[in-house]
């Protein structure tokens, strides 16, 4: 139990996506028009690439209710901008730790590459991902952060 709050039953997890345009973006085009069945619980937003997610975008989106952050990019070496998706690992691994000092579980945010061939790839990713934020619980950072001040 993440901040002492008990699992609700029937939750179903909210996940921001922020999506390079180039290869996750379109891996979700092809999820969809291939009409692969995954959760509804993803809500994308389109980024022309994985680095251009400043991790502020990513505490914002929990301070507005997201359980959970999927940042997706092109495999490495594959970036349409040569190193975009180094700087995005690179800036996510840290990311990770500020969230663990926040007490949140560094699992709510994930990282994955995904390029525009991969549709079958995408949706097992969204709903893996939207399972295992299922078994977590929902994230009330707002309560939680007051606990914390007490």
Known sequence: MEGGKQKKKGFEPSIVGFLCNWCSY?????AGT???????NLRVIRVMCSSRVNPLFVLK???RGADGILIGGCHPQ????????????????????????????SRRLRVEWVSASEGERFAEVVRE????LKKMGPLDLKNQMMQDER
């Open 26 to 30: 379109a891996g979700a085009d092809l």
């Open 78 to 105: 594959d970036c349409h901008y040569m190193e975009g998706n180094y700087y995005t690992r690179r800036r996510f691994m840290l990311m990770r730790r500020l969230l663990d000092y926040m007490g949140v579980d």
């Open 61 to 63: 989106a929990y301070q």
């Open 34 to 40: 291939s009409r692969l069945e995954y959760p509804p």
């Open 129 to 132: 991902y939207t399972d295992e």
